[in-house]
């Protein structure tokens, strides 16, 4: 059906019919097609087949030319494209030369000035298929021959060497501070005395005194190179444990003294080995006095002590 605006003849629309009462005249029916949006109070429906006929006919023909109005106009964006570029080239003038050659010009590598001389400084792509750019030290680090716990250092400006890295370097290069180093090195406490301390008391001459090397107040011990041959005094009311490294050389020996109430217990360190006749591994109390000794050190890291004098189990 056609239903016509009478109060504005360009707000028409095609409608379905859905349902039509004759008694009652209801109308029911939904908009296939409006020209407007428009309300209005006043409309004159009509039905004749040829109207719907000559709507689609005069829609398609909108569509059509709606469709060939968008392609009109992408065609002159793009011939507006195309004259835009050629304005930007009459805009940038002729060009009166090249290398020095006029109207239609060839170009050779030779009317480029040094373009030859350089193309021939450069290494051919077959030179270069198994070589890297021209660094003679990058060429001394791809001759080194890499291995476990190895490391590359610098012999020169422009040479490299190859030397061991064992993993306690590693874990001393790891360190962020002395004690750390300390503990790695296995160093104890007389690392950290000064050197005065070591110095031998004055004696009488012809005689030999003994040194002391007193430790007051802690719990644990590592025993050191520098303790041989001096008495090392252990004084805590708390237990004290006294380790014995397994790097220290045959021939090294010390007197241990304790001094307080609390025993000192010994202990060899993994890869030492410590013995006693008894099978004693403490002081028997205070002011006992007993002796160690390495007698034997084959390889430098597995000492063999001998602990002897006031001991008990």
Not at 24 to 40: D, I, L, M, W
Not at 44 to 57: K, Q, R, Y
Not at 206 to 213: E, H, I, M, N
Not at 279 to 286: D, H, P, R
């Amino acid at each position: 059906m056609l239903a016509t605006d009478n109060l504005d003849s360009t707000n028409w629309g095609l409608l379905s019919l859905n349902a039509y009462s004759p008694t009652t005249g209801v109308f029911a029916g939904h908009c296939v097609y409006a020209t407007k949006t428009q309300a209005s109070t006043q409309w004159t429906l009509s039905c004749n087949s040829a109207v719907i006929t000559a709507m689609m006919n005069l829609l398609a023909s909108a569509q059509t030319a709606a469709n060939t109005a968008v392609a009109a106009e992408s065609s002159v964006v793009n011939s507006i494209g195309d004259l835009q570029t050629l304005i930007n080239i009459v805009s940038a003038g002729p060009v009166a030369s090249v290398a020095g050659k006029t109207g239609a010009v060839t170009l050779a590598t030779s009317d480029i000035i040094g373009l030859d001389t350089a193309l021939l400084g450069k290494a051919s792509v077959a030179s270069l298929s198994s070589k890297q750019d021209n660094s003679a030290l990058l060429t001394a680090f791809a001759a080194l021959t890499f291995a476990t716990d190895k490391l590359a250092y610098s012999t020169g400006s422009a040479s490299l060497g190859i030397t061991g890295f064992t993993a306690l370097a590693r874990a001393l290069l790891a360190c962020t501070d002395a004690a750390s180093m300390r503990a790695v090195l296995g160093l104890g406490t007389a690392a950290l005395a000064a050197t005065t301390d070591f110095a031998p008391a004055a004696v009488p001459s012809g005689t030999v005194a003994a040194q002391f090397d007193d430790q007051v107040s802690i719990t644990t011990y590592t025993f050191a190179s520098t303790d041989s041959g001096r008495i090392v005094t252990l004084s805590n009311v708390n237990p004290i444990t006294a380790t014995l490294p397994n790097n220290l050389p045959k021939g090294w020996n010390c007197l241990v003294y304790q001094g307080n109430l609390s025993q000192v217990t010994f202990v060899a360190a993994s890869g030492a080995t410590m013995h006693n006749r008894l099978g004693n591994i403490k002081t028997a109390g205070q002011y006992a006095v007993v002796s160690i000794m390495c007698v034997s050190n084959v390889d430098g890291g597995s000492a063999v002590y001998v602990l002897g004098g006031d001991t008990s189990s």
